[in-house]
């Protein structure tokens, strides 16, 4: 989370994100205090993602651009069932620059953009066909993931940090970039359900619940509810840095809305967990934050149904080391 753009704006649109361990990228999500700017980073993918551009052999990551060819993922289509969430859309620690049910105050400037989204993706801005933008496996480094999976109908998920300041701040909305490969420019997402926590993610058990029986301290969302409000060709492509006029793998911004007015949230660090869903057979995998010349740029996490199902590193294949993921929050 070291290398985000703090706009508070998934981009212009909807990179932890980016989590878990990893030196250098930590701060990469930190939201700067309202009016600020923000440095901007970069992390890549890792576990469950893209390794090759064939297909995903083990549920994890995509390896060739196909679907899963093992079965090691739901087959009902249906979002993540053991690790439901609550939906709460109150602010759970009753701050008082908020209504009752979580919305900001209408007399309150709440507002704090940041940007910890497309630029983190970028290699280069012209290096793909026709000039396109592309971000690129650096191959050089030894890297190998294209994207992570996080798809609806196999119940894999995503999940990145991010820090807002003292003071708190509302959410309107949140950009994630995701694709499928073989897709045209026109975007084929069609669905992104979200949560937010104020800590990590964990399997929820019974109905939500923490293995302790304890509630989970989820602040917003839930993991069937399609809060998807708009998606589109972020005009750059995922691409291998040998063959950089390839575009099979053009990524989209897929913009959530929170609830009306912004959810407020009070300083701190949150978590943002998230998966989508496409009508491609291929993914949708997210790609990672790609920092040239990096191979550790976050510390994301992935949830993978099992059984049994646990969260896990989001980890490039090749180099096993620990990848961020970009999102814009406005």
């Not at 212009?12 to 930590?26: D, F, I, N, P, R």
């Not at 759970?92 to 209504?99: E, F, L």
């Not at 940041?114 to 801005?125: A, F, K, M, P, R």
């Not at 066909?129 to 994207?147: A, F, K, R, V």
Request: glycine residues 16%.
């Amino acid at each position: 989370m070291k290398h985000a753009l703090l706009v508070f704006a998934v981009l212009g649109l909807l990179a932890a994100g980016v989590m878990g361990c990893g030196g250098g990228s930590e701060k990469k999500n930190n939201l700067p205090p309202a009016g600020d700017g923000g440095g901007d980073g970069a992390a890549d993918g890792a576990a469950d993602a893209d390794i090759d551009g064939d297909s995903d052999t083990d549920g994890d990551t995509d390896s060739d651009g196909d679907t899963d060819a093992d079965g090691d993922t739901d087959t009902d289509g249906d979002a993540d069932a053991g690790d439901g969430g609550a939906d709460a859309d109150a602010d759970v620690d009753g701050d008082a620059d908020t209504d009752a049910d979580g919305d900001a105050d209408a007399d309150a400037d709440l507002s704090c953009p940041w940007d910890g989204g497309l630029e983190q993706l970028i290699t280069s801005h012209d290096g793909g066909i026709d000039g396109s933008p592309i971000s690129e496996i650096q191959s050089s480094l030894s890297m190998g993931t294209y994207g992570f999976a996080h798809i609806l109908t196999a119940g894999s998920r995503l999940a990145d940090d991010f820090t807002v300041p003292d003071g708190g701040c509302a959410i309107t909305n949140i950009t994630f970039y995701a694709y499928q490969t073989g897709s045209t420019t026109t975007s084929t997402i069609d669905h992104v359900n979200f949560r937010i926590w104020r800590s990590q993610p964990v399997i929820l058990v019974d109905g939500g619940l923490l293995p302790d029986g304890g509630a989970p301290d989820i602040v917003f969302g839930d993991t069937t509810t399609n809060r998807l409000v708009h998606t589109e060709w972020t005009g750059v492509y995922r691409v291998l840095d040998t063959t950089s006029n390839a575009t099979n793998r053009p990524i989209m911004a897929d913009t959530v809305d929170t609830v009306a007015g912004g959810l407020f949230l009070p300083g701190g660090t949150y978590w943002v967990d998230w998966q989508t869903g496409g009508t491609l057979g291929s993914g949708p995998w997210a790609p990672p934050i790609t920092l040239l010349g990096e191979t550790t740029t976050g510390n994301a996490i992935q949830y993978m149904p099992g059984p049994p199902g646990s969260w896990n590193p989001a980890l490039d294949s090749s180099t096993g080391t620990p990848q961020g993921l970009p999102f814009q929050i406005q």
